[in-house]
């Protein structure tokens, strides 16, 4: 946007830098995934797999913030990852109004389309719509809330 609005073009380095902050995130994820199969897999088919899907919640739920903070911020990821805790402390109602936005949006979604489509072409249009419309959303949410560090974005 800024390179439309200023005639000028992105540079290498920014191009570059881009890319740090997507493997860094990348890797985040990646590596909280499989965290989350190493506490769900041995658990399941027994009574305690309920423990291993909410520890598995958890490890996402310590790493919710650590996007915004690695783009915005910059940060590393060791500090990403503390601030992501420290924020999920400090705004866990945030959090909590977030998943339940996001619950009911991909349960309305998935509602709307099937009453619109057959299942067979609904199962396709799903994951399209809400990759193209709702997960943006949904990515600006969660950076909103991350801002709420500074004092000048209100919740």
Request: hydrophobic share 60%; charged share 10%.
């Amino acid at each position: 946007i800024k390179a439309k609005r200023t005639l000028t073009s992105i540079s290498s380095e920014m191009i570059k830098g881009i890319m740090q902050f997507a493997w860094k995130i990348f890797f985040v994820y990646f590596s909280a995934f499989l965290i989350s199969a190493l506490l769900i897999i041995p658990t399941y088919n027994t009574t305690y797999y309920i423990f291993g899907i909410l520890l598995s919640l958890l490890v996402f739920a310590l790493i919710f913030f650590v996007p915004p903070a690695i783009a915005i911020d910059g940060y590393s990821i060791k500090n990403a990852l503390s601030w992501s805790v420290r924020m999920l402390i400090n705004n866990w109602y945030l959090v909590i109004i977030w998943i339940f936005t996001t619950a009911l949006i991909l349960i309305l979604t998935e509602w709307v389309v099937f009453a619109i489509f057959s299942p067979e072409v609904g199962k396709y249009i799903v994951p399209i719509v809400n990759a193209f419309f709702f997960l943006p959303l949904l990515t600006f949410l969660q950076s909103e809330i991350y801002l709420t560090k500074y004092p000048l974005s209100p919740p």
